[in-house]
């Protein structure tokens, strides 16, 4: 079973840059790794998804070193409404099922 | 609004009971997954379907069922409720049921009592 690695929690204040990394061990050769967003009582939403090297949106970077069993997540110049929790979404090695990470609670301060 | 709909929005029944949760995808989506979301819990995967087919199961209890049906739509049926099933359900659907972005519904929170 995939398994994902998360901090439980990080906090941060205006504009400041604020990096999450997921550890996931056991990726398969051909998977994608996806990061989503999600506010209280509401379902999560897409931010990126990248293999690797480093996929940047207009909403975020994300990095992925070459050994593929992290990534890290970066959100530039973070303002309150970034407050949320973060998941990181890796396929389930050999099933295709789905596992979301534990997810980051990020608290973003003034 | 993602373009996932999900009825009801709210459901409070007793323990015992049997209850259907509904799920719609966007347009032109086929494939459909279901999610359980614990008060300050991640999100566990439940089911997903493709076209009316199962694809991947993931901790889905046995006292729980799902279908999708031809015009896409999607049913999860819960029975025998504990209290512990009490939850946030959410949808959602995706184009090819591959890697691509899922789009979630609103989900709908289950109450048993």
């Known amino acids: 079973l995939a398994k994902t690695t998360q901090p439980i929690s990080m906090d941060s204040y205006e504009g400041q840059e604020v990096n999450i990394t997921c550890s996931h061990n056991n990726i398969a050769t051909n998977d994608y790794i996806t990061w989503y967003q999600q506010f209280p009582s509401q379902g999560p939403r897409f931010i990126i998804q990248?293999?690797?090297t480093k996929v940047t949106n207009e909403v975020a970077s994300l990095f992925i070193p070459a050994d593929r069993k992290s990534s890290t997540l970066s959100l530039p110049r973070v303002s309150l409404s970034d407050t949320a929790v973060y998941y990181c979404l890796v396929p389930h090695t050999g099933r295709r099922a789905l596992t979301f990470g534990s997810g980051t609670r990020l608290q973003v301060q003034p | 609004d993602s373009g996932v709909t999900q009825t009801p929005k709210h459901l409070i029944t007793a323990t015992g009971q049997r209850v259907t949760l509904r799920c719609s995808p966007r347009s032109g989506d086929l494939s459909v997954y279901w999610y359980q979301q614990s008060l300050d819990q991640g999100l566990q995967f439940l089911i997903q379907?493709?076209?009316?087919?199962?694809?991947a199961k993931g901790n889905i209890l046995e006292r729980f069922s799902a279908q999708q049906f031809p015009d896409l739509h999607s049913e999860l049926n819960l029975s025998s409720l504990e209290l512990g099933d009490s939850a946030l359900y959410f949808c959602?659907?995706?184009?090819?049921?591959?890697?691509?972005?899922?789009?979630f519904g609103p989900g709908t929170r289950l109450t048993v009592l």
């Open positions: 990248g293999y690797k």
């Open positions: 959602a659907s995706s184009v090819d049921g591959g890697l691509d972005e899922q789009f």
């Open positions: 379907y493709y076209n009316g087919e199962e694809r």
